[in-house]
């Protein structure tokens, strides 16, 4: 055998345990995608199929408070129904005008929004006619408008800008100026009329703005004792409020008198059992509940669909409230997160003093259930602040390229998220 000279290798042999590379008959698919939802598209479905699915409801209920009776009068059937269908209409074309404008634009027609809706308050408490004892509507033609239910969504809108400019107010002394201020005004204009359920409404709006906005608990506390206070003088004022609230303490005690419209939806929602009687099918609401169609709507849904359909409405407003508040808690632009709060709580403050009342666990304010209950200037107005809703509920929740918009309401002044002398710092730290 030869032998290998010294200084040179030996050629490589191939390894015949090494693998050898075999082409992949079939290329490889690419993955799929996985969908990224946008922020806000669950809430926007989930208020776009609640409010829809009341508003229907709403209709098929004012025409079942309302064909028997005006039947029996001699009366066309479905005159409410018309007219709550004209309401219907405009404000589902508000609500698409409010989810395709851009809400930020509110903050600039705020201040002559409220003035205007001020000076109407002011001038249906003084000129309007009188119905039922109290001036609350503006008639135009067989069409009525009422000013209290603007000046709700003018407080709300000008309350959310206000706030989203400036610090929250820490005490009952700076809450006082603007804020209670004009609160106060828009409160007492309204219950001039008197409308004792809108002011409710519009105080309740009011806390929730000022909760989202970061103001201390104790300074709430003492606004609301301060609120309640002023309620117990209007009570004292206001001889048949105070034989209201004193009815609500013992309906019983008066059925044929000022516990009359309380007894009766109690025994209303008690007849209706489990299923109800059927739709169209109440008696109650022929000759015995009175405001059948407005105020005591549930009433009537609780005698003619039972336990199962009240359930129903409750879990639909709650759906709507955690929609709206879920709208609220995403929104970056601080205007569009006090507006959000502001308008869900205006929507379901008043779903929810409706159902106390009807239920008899809270006194009667003359408050109609949104969207359900015979009105068209709360209906209109309900779904006009829908649209606002579903606006933030897109474009409140998206972030901004370049920076975060500043919310000077707690106190941050700064734009969110490092300047570019911080980076540069935090890269030399690096370094």
Sequence with gaps: MKRAVAGTKAPARPRADRPRAVPDPQPQQPRARKVQRKPGAAEFQLLVLVSLALVAFGLVMVYSATSAPAALG????????????????????ALVVGARSDYRRLRLIAPPLLVAAGLLCAFVAVAAPPVNGARRWLAFGSLTFQPSELAKVAVAIWLSAHLARTKAPRTLKELAKPIGLVAGLFALLIVAEPDLGTTIALVL??????????????????????????????LWTHAYQRARFFSFLHPLKDVQGAGY???????????????????????????YLPEANTDMIFAVI???????????????????????????????????????AGLTTLICGQAVVNLAAVLGIAPLTGIPLP????????????????????????????????????????????????RPRDRRSAAGARR
């Design 74 to 93: 001699g009366s066309d059937p479905t005159t409410s129904l018309k007219r709550q269908g004209i309401y219907a209409l405009l404000g589902l074309a």
């Design 302 to 340: 609780g005698e003619e669909l039972g336990l199962v359909g009240v359930t129903l409405v409750v879990l639909a407003f709650a759906a709507f409230t955690y929609a709206g508040f879920r709208v609220a808690l995403n929104a970056k632009d601080p205007f569009g997160k006090r507006l959000a």
């Design 261 to 287: 419209q309380t007894s009766q939806a109690l025994i209303s929602l008690g007849s209706g059992g489990w299923f109800g009687r059927g739709l169209g099918q109440g008696i109650e609401k022929i000759q």
């Design 205 to 234: 709006m009011v806390f929730g703005v000022l909760a989202v906005s970061g103001v201390p608990m104790p300074t709430l506390g003492g606004a609301a004792l301060i609120c309640g206070l002023g309620g117990m003088a209007m």
């Design 371 to 418: 969207f359900i209950s015979y009105g068209g200037t709360n209906l209109l107005l309900t779904l006009a602040s829908v649209g606002v809703l579903l606006n933030i509920a897109v474009h409140g929740g998206a972030e901004r390229k370049r920076s975060a918009v500043p919310d000077r309401g707690r106190g941050d002044s700064r734009a969110r998220g490092a």
